[in-house]
Nanobody, 125 residues
């Protein structure tokens, strides 16, 4: 099972980016997938998650209204549309997935068994 994240880059304050994370190596769907991020010198933090069945989404307060997580079930892929980017969004963004995670653990990075390699987002002021 592999997760491949892509779409990071260097942008200016107020710009947008769209991250993608494609899952492979498994023939049936995840229970949930998520995005986390880790800024330099800080701990990894939750950004957004989506449940595969029903598409329920959960967001960190810091990104609500600016970021949107979505999925393409047929391609086993999730996206993170990031609008109105700010310097505080600068981080390495990681996608994560799990087949058994429960709803109450969607924001908990320890609950995810599978992780992508990370894609770097830098927002300049």
């Amino acid at each position: 099972v592999q997760l491949q994240a892509s779409g990071g880059g260097f942008v200016q304050t107020g710009d947008s980016l769209r991250l993608s994370c494609a899952g492979s190596g498994r023939s049936f769907s995840w229970r949930a997938m998520a995005w986390f991020r880790q800024a330099p010198g800080k701990e990894r933090e939750f950004v957004a998650a989506i449940k595969w069945s029903g598409g329920t989404t959960v967001y960190a307060d810091s990104v609500k209204g600016r970021f949107t997580i979505s999925r393409d079930s047929r391609k086993n892929t999730i996206f993170l549309q990031m609008n109105s980017l700010m310097p505080g969004d600068t981080a390495v963004y990681y996608c994560a997935a799990d087949f058994r995670i429960i709803t109450s653990n969607l924001k908990n990075d320890n609950a995810y068994d599978y992780w992508g390699q990370g894609t770097e987002v830098t927002v300049s002021s």
